[in-house]
Structure formats: C-alpha cells, structure tokens
C-alpha cells in the first residue's frame, strides 16, 4: 500500500501511528508504572504478629480562597485595638477622672445634716424668762411611696390581708391618741391616701411622743426642730415679739419675725453646725451605723437680758386697758423709766397679742405704737419752754406775767381752754393751770432761736435709740420753714410730734437734774461662754443746769395741788398721798382730716409724772388716743399715772417725801 502523506496540525497522522504535537506544546507526563502492593506476609507459627505502621495521612489540597491567614491577622488588629482602647479608658478613669468620680461617689454615700444652734432666751431684769426654745419633732410620711412599698407583690403577704387604707387608719388613730387636739384625723387620713410625693403630718411634736409613732410606724419620718416658748403670754409681747421656725431661709431654725425677736435675730439665733454621715447608696434615709460625724459643731445664740421688769410690766399692761375701755378712748401707750439711768421698766400698749399662738398676731396688735407712733403733745410739751424760760434766766416761779384772754399770733388766734379775761399770773400758775396764752408770753422773752436748741436738747424730733425696731424720731419743723404762727404753736405742744417714749425722756432730763440719758431697753448679753457683756449707758446730755431742774420740778409739783378756787392745778387726782409729785398734763387737740384744721372734739392727752419730786425715782408717760366724751387729761391720763405710782412706790419701796409740797400762788390776780 502506498505511503499517505503527512495530515495537518489536527487530524494528522505520522507514520509512527501516533498523533502530531505541537511544538509549543509539552509532551504528556510520563505516568510511573502502577505499584503492586507488597504480599502479603504470614507471621511464623508460634510469633506475634507485628502492629500495622501507621502512615501519615495526606492533607486534602485546599480550594482557592480559604487561605485562613488574612480573617487571623484582622482578628488580632481587632483583639490589640480593643486592649489599647480599654487600656487608654483605664487611664482615662484612675488617672484624669479619678478625682471627679471619687467626689461623685463620696456624695452618693454621704448626707449632711444642719445641727440647728440653740437659740438664746431672753429674760426680765431680774432673769426671769420671757422667751426660751424647747425641742420639738416634725413628724413626715411620703404616702406615694407607702402605698407602693404596702401593696408590692414581694411584701404583700407579710400584711395578712390588710389593706392600705386599713393600715393608714391605724396610723392615724394612734397619732391622735398620742398627740390629742392638735391633730385632725380626716385631715391626717387625707394626707396619708394622697398621692403626694412628701408631706408633713405634724410639725410640733413632743421627742418622746415621735419617737413612739415612728418606732410603730418605720415608715414615717422625724424632723428634729424647736420652738419658741413664751411663758408670760402676752405680756410684753409688743416688745419681745415673736419668732417661729422657719424653713424659707439658707440655715432652717427658729428666727424672729417681729420685735427684738427679729431685730436682735443675729444675735440670739447663733450659728447652725454640720453633720456627715454614710447613708445606703440612693437611700438618705437608712443611716450606716457608726458613720456620724460632726464636721462643724453649733454655735448656742447669746441670750439678752432686758430693762423690763415683768411683773410692772404685767400691771401697767392691765391698768393701761382697763383705762382705754373706761374712758373710751381709742388706744393707748404707756411707759416707765428709771429717772437716773433712762433704763425702760414697762412699755406697754393696751392691745397686744399671745406670742405662743400665732393666731392672735393681727396687723392692729403686732406693732409697738409707744415707739412707732408719734402724735401732737399738746401742754406736756410745755416743759420745754418751762427749761428755756427758767435756766436762760428770763423769770423765776415766783415771776407775775400779764396773761390775756387771747392773743393774735399771726392768722391763729392763741386762748386758754377756759375763758378768763387779763390775769396776772406766776410763772408757776401758767405751768400748773396749763396756759396756752401764759406759754406764749413766756417764749416770746425765750425767742425762737434759744426754744429751738432747748428742743433740739430735749431729743424732740430725734431717735432716742431706745433700742427696738421701728423706732420714729416724731417731727420737728426746721426753723428754715416756720411761718408766723408756729411759734405760737410749738410752746404749746402743736405743730410737732413725739412718742410717749420721747416724752418721758424730756421729763427724765428734769427729773436727773437736768442731764438726759437716753432710754434704753437692752440690759445686757450673755456670749455662749458665759460671759456678761453689759449695754453701755449712752452718754447723758446735758439740757438745763441741775439748780434748773430742780427748781422746774419744785415748781411743777403745784399741778397735783388741790387749794381751791382758781389755785388748783390741773391733776390733782394724780397725787398720791405721802409722796410729792412733779408732773404736767397735756390736752392737744388732733388733726380733723376733713378740713385740715384742729379738731374741737378729738384730742390727745397725756401726763409725764416723776416719783416723787423731791428724790426722783421713776419717771412715768401715759398717752390716751380720744377719750370720749371729750374727756381731759386731768380726768383720764392723771388718774392712770395715780395708779401705777402706787404700784411703783409699794414694789420698790420708795420712800415717802420728807415732807407735803407747800400751795404755790398760781393766780396773783384774776
């Protein structure tokens, strides 16, 4: 057979019988021939068959991408970045925030506590006790809380099927057996089924009765407070005033409200201290024992002594009312003062108000109108002209002046409160029949200049710094202002006013042989630690020469004579047998609103009196606002001052003058 020609580079075929390969191309592998297993081998009889040789086995190849070396590497970038960001937070709270942290857990574990200072009491001039604290509990219940704690499923069983309602019922029963009146129960009931987060249950609460209730009842809380006890009542109320406890304020405590309570308030209130303890995290109220500890300890307030001598206090309080409600007058005022100190023994008001009971405090009867409340003198302002007449040495008592009916003194017409024609009167007789026309003769030989510093000198106008709140200085007008008539007005106790307190510190000046010391109502302090810190005595001024004064009261003890006719003075019923008395009405007249002019029918009157003339003891003011009836001071106030000498003459043992003060001419001619 022919030999075919070589094929193409697919279907080509040599003449070896095998198909073509390209160049390009590697020739097929070699395959190794198949391998036999080895035979298999008989152990000899009587020998152990050998263990099988374990071979290694072949690890599968695996598919492409399963390669687990990049999901390692990211798992440990993740791992290294977690440790570095816990480490950097580490850092971050041992090292920057530690202190923040450690203050904000210190306060989550803490609570601090006020320890309210002992408040100081203040006593009468013989340390008898007119205000003191005493410790009371204000007993509290958060009912929103009691009544889910009560009803919760884990504690419900524990209250054998009590119901709330019940148990808030055995609450208030017991709170009102053991209190007693001052509890309402519907109001407690009420309180206790509200749904309020806190509310106080009662606020004056014995220690001892509280600390029963919440040993009953854990549930409710006790405050630790104080109250004030006043245990005359209302006697010197208007002076002492009244303090409460009081939460409004940065310290909680017991602080004044009115009078020396509130203006003396730094003084006796003290300084509050502090307490720390460890309380159970987000429950101030479940103390860690032993965990208490005071960081600031309290400072007890001072206690202040007073001038007031509380049982003359008492009496001039009573006769001063019963004196208003018998002569119908509108209000009244009264005071006493030590002649020679100017110390204050009774300052009283006929309305006042029972400090312990908060319900009797009314805007009429809070205030203090003795040092408040000025009003026109009327003659008892006299005096002054008296003190420039006689120690400028113009007249003497026994000088005779011409004294008119009535005079012009520029568009006023001056009269006497009775109609007279011209008498001749002494400088004695125009003091003791009181004569507005006598007065005016006597200050017309002063002059204006001379009566305005004697006036100045007497304190009229100024504060006395008597030492109470809302003292007023009363009013003066400047010279600069007086028109023709006001010094026909100002000799004879109108067109100025004073406080009853003002008044009888003028008479105070005549009665110390013409030095005036200043009132004052503040005896004493006592510090914390005991020690007495007396008031200082305010430097006395000197009005008129001591031979002035005398002679002013000698003069002046002929308004109490009683010799008949036209020789009586004008208060014979202030004498009081045994002891001779200085002393001058007043009668002025008040301001009519409706016309602006002085009222006929409403008058203001008073006496200043010394006890007694010959050995100045005390100096008594007495003021009644508009007596009915139209009723003068010789029937009204005269008769009060009677009353409350004799009192003060058997409390102090005065004793009697050596001898009656002579009848003085008042009335030369008439």
Not at 194 to 216: E, H, Q
Not at 316 to 328: F, I
Not at 536 to 556: C, E, F, L, N, Y
Request: charged share 15%; aromatic share 6%.
């Amino acid at each position: 057979m022919p030999r075919q020609p070589p094929t193409g580079p697919v279907g080509r075929s040599y003449p070896s019988g095998r198909p073509y390969q390209s160049a390009r191309q590697p020739p097929p592998a070699r395959q190794p021939p198949p391998r036999e297993p080895p035979p298999r081998q008989t152990a000899p009889a009587g020998r152990r068959r050998p263990a099988p040789v374990a071979r290694p086995r072949r690890r599968k190849k695996k598919a492409v991408g399963q390669n687990p070396k990049p999901r390692i590497m990211i798992g440990r970038i993740l791992m290294i970045a977690a440790l570095v960001l816990a480490g950097l937070k580490l850092v971050d709270i041992q090292g920057l925030q530690a202190p923040d942290l450690s203050a904000k857990a210190q306060k989550q574990s803490l609570h601090y506590l006020t320890i309210p200072a002992q408040r100081g009491t203040i006593t009468d001039r013989d340390g008898t006790q007119l205000a003191f604290n005493v410790d009371i509990r204000a007993l509290t219940a958060e009912p929103k809380n009691m009544r889910k704690n009560w009803n919760a499923a884990s504690v419900a069983l524990a209250h054998k099927g009590i119901s709330y309602e019940q148990h808030t019922q055995t609450i208030a029963d017991e709170m009102a057996r053991l209190i007693g009146a001052s509890i309402d129960e519907p109001t407690l009931l009420s309180q206790l089924r509200s749904n309020v987060t806190f509310v106080y249950l009662a606020k004056a609460v014995d220690p001892t009765v509280a600390a029963k209730i919440t040993s009953d009842f854990p549930e409710l809380g006790s405050e630790v407070r104080s109250q004030r006890e006043y245990p005359e009542g209302p006697v010197a109320a208007n002076v002492i005033g009244m303090a409460n406890w009081r939460t409004n304020l940065p310290v909680a405590g017991v602080h004044g409200i009115i009078g020396l309570e509130s203006s003396m308030d730094s003084v006796l209130a003290g300084q509050s201290g502090r307490e720390a303890m460890n309380t159970e995290q987000g429950d101030n109220a479940v103390v860690i024992p032993n965990s208490q500890r005071v960081l600031q300890q309290a400072v007890p307030g001072q206690d202040v002594q007073l001038t007031i001598d509380v049982d003359l206090q008492y009496v001039v309080q009573q006769k001063l009312a019963e004196y208003v409600s018998k002569t119908g007058a509108k209000r009244g005022s009264a005071v006493v003062l030590d002649a020679h100190t100017g110390e204050v023994y009774a300052l009283a008001n006929d309305v006042t108000f029972n400090p312990n009971d908060p319900g009797t405090v009314t805007n009429a009867n809070a205030g203090d109108p003795a040092i408040t409340t000025p009003f026109e003198p009327g003659s008892v302002n006299k005096v002054v002209t008296a003190a420039a007449a006689i120690d400028g040495g113009f007249v003497t008592p026994t000088t005779i002046v011409d004294v008119p009916g009535q005079f012009q003194n520029g568009d006023k017409v001056v009269r006497d409160d009775w109609s007279h024609g011209d008498w001749k009167m002494t400088v004695t007789g125009i003091f003791a029949k009181s004569s507005n026309v006598g007065a005016d003769e006597l200050a017309k030989q002063v002059g204006p200049q001379n009566f305005d510093q004697m006036l100045m000198k007497m304190g009229i106008g100024q504060k006395t710094g008597v030492g109470l709140p809302g003292e007023s200085a009363g009013y003066v007008p400047p010279m600069s202002k007086w028109s023709a008539s006001t010094f026909g007005n100002l000799p004879i106790g109108q067109g100025l006013s004073m406080t009853v307190v003002q008044l009888a510190d003028m008479y105070q000046a005549i009665a110390n042989d013409g030095l005036r010391v200043p009132p004052r109502i503040i005896k004493s302090v006592t510090k914390p630690d005991g020690t007495v810190v007396p008031t200082p005595a305010p430097a006395g001024v000197r009005v008129i020469s001591p031979q002035s004064a005398q002679t002013i009261r000698m003069m002046m003890r002929s308004v109490t004579q009683k010799a008949g006719g036209l020789q009586d003075g004008t208060a014979p019923l202030a004498a009081l047998p045994g002891y001779q008395i200085s002393g001058k009405t007043g009668t002025g007249q008040q301001v009519d609103p409706a016309c602006g002019c002085y009222s006929r029918t409403k008058n203001t009157v008073t006496f200043a009196g010394i006890l007694s003339a010959d050995n100045p003891r005390f100096v008594v003011g007495v003021m009644l606002d508009n007596p009915a009836n139209n009723q003068v001071a010789g029937q009204t106030a005269a008769p009060l001052f009677h009353e409350l000498a004799s009192y003060l003459a058997q409390r102090y043992d005065i004793p009697v003058s050596t001898g009656t003060a002579p009848y003085m001419t008042l009335v030369a001619q008439g």
